[in-house]
């Protein structure tokens, strides 16, 4: 593996043709312009600068490298994107990948089985007599032709053997098979089919590739549904229905709805809802969110409105903040043990559905209801506190305290006291306790930061200049117990360096107040690792190690971050302008005008950062 991985991944990789490949793109002087991918707009403000590889939109602000343009637009992490423009550009990463050849090739085989697996029910279904059951359940849920295809829903063949002998045919043998899920082994030896005579969902990752399947029975058979075995493909619990047919529409409008079946899902799709998943009949789990963050934080829960359909919901609910980004910062608890006060991410609500009706027969019937429900969604909190305030009995205090210890970890994540107010109130009404009675227990759980100082002894400047970028890292890596209100007022935004951002980020996930950088950096992907070492041997021992300098210093990289911003965009924007005029295009001569305009008025009324600790901390810059 090449040391810098990432830095080779940018110099055989062209920013324009991977941004080309989402969005068009339009040559502007020696700049492309486009529609920016991100919000909606009419009039091109996303700008790429081929020179230093970035890119930036002048109208919602995003900017960074083509790292950061694939984990924005693919809603991945920094390993995924690593990893598939490592791919696309050539470059090996054998340690961040940790999968052998040998494995990395069964894998593929059993994709390949369960899709020939896919193709043979969906052929079953569509073309032969042993499908018509199935083609009966469809037409009894109204499924259309174009809806089949597009989920390409199937048939199992009331047949012990017919998917084995498809697939020995195509030189799949019985161990794959079972290991794939497809078939089961008999105590005796041998296998058979494990779907005979069930309606077939075939179940893809978010990728797009087949991993498994659910199987509704036809008749009385039991179970109802039968979902495919956990294999090395299938896990239930991390997979959402559709999500690939879905995941362009979430993106595109910014929000998901999570419904409980198969069923549900399809129906909304063939109505034109396709921004609709299904957590296939469970509670939404952690790593199911996890998928889901990355197209929209915006997230409505649609689950049928029976008991079991609200429980299922409140179960999805206490799930959802362990998986949602969150702010963390270490404190001590009234025993003197760390804890994690976690700040939600996201916009939960919940779709209350009319009593007796679920989402497929709603969609179907009442298609009008559908928008309109869903823009009356419940914010989660408020469906949390009256579901769990409806079991309570008020004469038992006993009952009260258990539902307010239900409730308080979440209203600890909104982190904003007005927000807690409000619902303090709220709670106080339904259980009949006092406001000052519950703040006390809320705040039993709540914290001050840490008091505490590393000491280093103070010395020289960088031997050479290290970006303003790097070094505004490099002091939060190695000294962010002394300053965290610095963390806090580092924006994505700020940085460029898809790695710096990596860093950051998990800087605000670890609660890194009480560990070393060392510590942390072991914590960091290779690549990164490699990069936050660089810039920490750069920073030598600047600033020393006091609160005062370390804020300071931290202060004065991050005036000078927003001021190199402001001055390298204006640069770009006037040689821009300077073709511009010589080409005569009196269009864009227009439109970078009031960019520049725009720039130019930014920068006469630009206020550095400043320490709260600092009456008058202007540029300090000079590390």
Known sequence: ???????????????????????????????????????????????????????????????????????????????EALRELARRAGVELEHTLGIKPEQDERRERLLAAVDLAATFYHDILLNHPAGEPGRRLAADRGLDAKTIERFRLGFAPESWEATLNLLASKGFDQGIAIEAGLAGERDSGGAYDRFRNRFMFPIANRDGKYVGFGARAIGDDQPKYLNSPQTPLFDKSSLLYALDLAKDAIRADDRAIVVEGYMDAIAAHQFGHTNVIAAMGTALTEAQVTQLKRFSKRIVLALDADAAGQMATLRSLETMPDALDQVETPAPDAQGFVRFQRKLDAKISILRLPEGKDPDELIRKHPELWDDLIEEATPFLDFFIDTVAEQVDLDDPNSKSAAFQRIAPLLRLTGDQVTQQHYISRISGKLRISEQVLWSELRRGQFRPLPGAVAVTSGRKPARRIRNEDYLTAVLLKHVSLAPELLEAVTEDDLLDSRNREIIRTLRMSGADTLDADTLITWLDPEVADHADSILQLLNETPAGYSSQVRAAGVAALNGIRRERLDFLLRQLQSELHAAHQDADVETIQTLTSQLTQLADQKKHFVPPKSPYFKDLRDNTGF
Do not use: W
């Open 1 to 79: 593996m090449q040391r810098d991985a990432v830095s080779e991944i940018r110099e055989r990789l062209d920013i324009i043709e991977l941004i080309n490949g989402y969005t068009p793109l339009k040559k502007a002087g020696r700049s492309f312009k486009g529609l920016c991918p991100f919000h909606q707009e009419k009039t091109p403000s996303f700008v790429v600068f081929p020179d230093s590889q970035n890119f930036h939109c002048f109208g919602c602000g995003k900017g960074g490298d083509l790292f950061t343009f694939y984990m924005e637009i693919e809603r991945v992490d920094f390993r």
